[in-house]
């Protein structure tokens, strides 16, 4: 299985930017979703998941209310729609799947992990 995360960019403060990850060489529907990101120094965090049917999601108190995580299956990809960026939301972005109804929110609930794509907010 391979995810190619895309999308990660600069912005300012206040705006927005969509991540995507296309999953590639497995099932897509078999799989559970989620973001994870990496700030410089820091452990790698989770950010938001999603099942496989795409009825549950949940996110880090940190940015809920303001990302959304969405998968769409004829195109075997994974969104977050990130809203009303701050600075602290700067990190390295990663997806990652694994088998099952739904991941955990630690990384080693995961498989499978893109490349990362890096999301820079200026204040």
């Known amino acids: 299985v391979q995810l190619q995360a895309s999308g990660g960019g600069l912005v300012q403060a206040g705006g927005s930017l969509r991540l995507s990850c296309a999953v590639s060489?497995?099932?897509?529907?078999?799989?559970?979703l989620g973001w994870f990101r990496q700030a410089p120094g820091k452990e790698r965090e989770f950010v938001a998941r999603?099942?496989?049917?795409?009825?549950?999601?949940s996110y880090a108190d940190s940015v809920s209310g303001r990302f959304t995580i969405s998968r769409d299956g004829a195109k075997n990809t994974v969104y977050l729609q990130m809203n009303t960026l701050k600075p602290e939301d700067t990190a390295v972005y990663y997806c990652?799947?694994?088998?099952?109804?739904?991941?955990?929110?630690?990384?080693?609930?995961?498989?499978?992990w893109g490349q990362g794509t890096q999301v820079t907010v200026s204040s």
């Open positions: 990652a799947a694994t088998n099952g109804v739904i991941g955990g929110t630690l990384p080693g609930s995961y498989d499978y």
């Open positions: 060489g497995g099932t897509f529907s078999y799989y559970a």
């Open positions: 999603v099942s496989q049917s795409g009825g549950i999601t």
